[in-house]
């Protein structure tokens, strides 16, 4: 009998490893899609290298030039890794959001947190008033990063009154998106041409002011969210089942929103006040993550942050591509790629709806 009931459960079993091995090889899938599309990256500018050069200069060959060296390493490397960590960021923080908010409209982007990071920014490069008077030379970046959080935990706040709905939390969204950027307009109303050429510039959202040490600040809090998210792995999965079903699993629901949140609203605020707004990021990349992966936090999450380093990877590539000698801002060609998936969202949980 007991002999029977192995043999019955091993199919199982066998389907289970089956699926981890797919899972598996569509993350290692994802991993080959972002380095080509890194040294790809890496490649184009005014100067075109083939991908044998840029191979060959990541590997120090003495093969290239010396100033091949130097313009991959010193000026093309932190732009391409800039998209690559600043979409992972993005991507992963939309993830959780959609999780945390059972919302699939849920990113840093449609529920205001870009856009108040915007207003943040535009109140330094206009007006010169900082959040914090003592940081003088990243006054632009804490703005925004201290006016996304805000955002970000308002939010959080507004979502555990009682009766609030995650339609609610939609709308919520959507007003304080209108209510920054109308904020933002009045500041560029206000400012002088200069001011207003930077504040446009900057709400473009462009990774050609990434640098070193931006780079290795956004890589820290990438690197330290990441392991957080993967200690509530299962019970960031078993939200997903619904708040009762997570209750009685022993999840502290309240505290795991609370938490995850805070850890959000740090991801998704630092990239933002580096290279400004580039949205829809934080939403394409999850859906996409959740379309080859499915909702298993084990391999949900590292899916969607490859899943959006890739996309934005892609997008700086796209964006060095399309006008030849010039570089479009990376928030242009997002939005142009977003917009079009965020309707056939809408459509399709309409559709379901009905």
Known sequence: MAHAASVAARPGRGTY???????????????????????????????????????????????????VRVVIWDIRMPVALMAVVVGAALSAAGAQMQTILNNPLASPFTL???????????????FGVGLLPFAIEYVVSINALLMAMGAALFIHLMSQRRGVTVETIVLLG?????????????????????????VVFWTMGSLTRATWPKLAITTAILAVALP??????WALTALRLGEDKAASFGVNVRRLRLETMLIVSVLAAVPVAFVGTIGFVGLVGPHIARMMIGEDQRFFLPASALAGAAMLSLTSVISKSLIPGSIIPIGIITALVGVPFLFSLIMTNRRRAW
């Open 17 to 67: 490893r089956a699926l981890v091995h797919r899972k598996k090889l569509l993350l290692l899938a994802l991993g080959i899609v972002l380095v080509l599309s890194v040294i790809a990256d890496l490649g184009l500018g005014p100067a075109r290298y083939s991908m044998r050069e840029v191979v060959l200069a990541l590997a120090g060959s003495e093969e290239v030039s010396n100033q």
């Open 112 to 126: 205001g947190i870009s856009a108040a990071a915007s207003f943040g920014a535009s109140l330094a490069l206009v």
């Open 174 to 198: 959507i007003t304080l998106v209108f209510t920054f950027n109308a904020l933002l307009a009045l500041v560029q109303f206000l400012a002088s041409e200069q001011a207003l050429a930077a």
């Open 228 to 233: 957080l998210f993967f200690r509530r792995a």
